[in-house]
């Protein structure tokens, strides 16, 4: 008994240390930013992850075949999509600011109940969509100078990441949380190296790739260091995974997902101490402005839940 009682107490603690390792891993993306492109990265990190999980699934016996395809693709997709969105913003502006645009996702959970399940939104929701937009728009604010559509990918990512969570939290609850990463893990490095390919056969006009050259970047020859780092940042990737996944095993989603926000002081303290950048005034208020607005809908979906 007691022992079950610390596994399921230790579910939040589990959560911020995996969700801070992950924003420490993250900052280091600029270590390899500049030599090859988004998609050769997350095709090298990929097999080095899914090495790690095949060790993982044979330490602790667990599964990696999923039971619903069709629904792992598609969850898939979405997941692939916010992720490759997140990852080619990062070098466009301080990664704490691209982190907020993907944590804006409870609020597209919010607005796509409303509008593709109909649910119910009351005064008080829409003014956290309020509140929370509003912090897009100041985080936004400092950039207009050199404003472009790269920087609206964070939104984007936070709309996919949003879709995910939903198909995941209604439908996929039930599977093996490693089938969940082992069909994430192939399904980005299989996109990314795709996208890759394409951009090698078929290079984009000049000035799209000075504007993002993480995304449009063709196949790159890459020194040792490159593979050393790429592979630093898949082992921290994996532990922080595991830690996740062991925490949304042990607790309740409602119970321990505003500790998510744990991510967003990692990768700023971490990204500050490595690289010396920290988001502008104006971008620290609307990543505090999306945090609330994020805590505020969990709090109260936690709440709806337990009354049910």
Sequence with gaps: MKQYDFARGSGPLLLV?????????DSLLLTVSESASVGQFHFIRSIFILCGILFVSRVWGLSLIPRQWTLMIVRTFFM????????????????AEAGAGL???????????????KEPIRPRQVLMVGVGMLGVVLILLPNLGKFTIFHLFPLGAGAMYAIASMLTFRHLSNESPLAILVCFMIGIGVIGGIMTTIFSVFPVAPELTNEAQFLFRPWTHVSKDYFLWVGMIAV?????????????????????????????????????????????????????????????????????????
């Design 80 to 95: 692939v999509s916010a992720i490759l969105l997140y990852f080619t913003a990062m070098p466009l502006m301080p990664i």
């Design 103 to 117: 944590f804006t996702s409870p609020i597209f959970v919010l607005l796509f109940s409303a509008i593709f399940l």
């Design 236 to 308: 921290l990737s994996l532990v922080a995974l595991v830690c996740i996944t062991r925490a949304y095993q042990t607790t309740k989603t409602s119970q321990v997902a505003i500790y998510e926000y744990a991510y967003l002081a990692s990768v700023g303290i971490s990204s500050y101490l490595i690289w010396d950048v920290l988001p502008s005034s104006l971008g620290i208020v609307g990543i505090l402005l999306i945090i609330v607005t994020g805590l505020l809908i969990n709090l109260n979906r936690s709440r709806a839940n337990f009354t049910q």
């Design 17 to 25: 240390i995996g969700i801070s390792i992950l924003g420490v891993s």
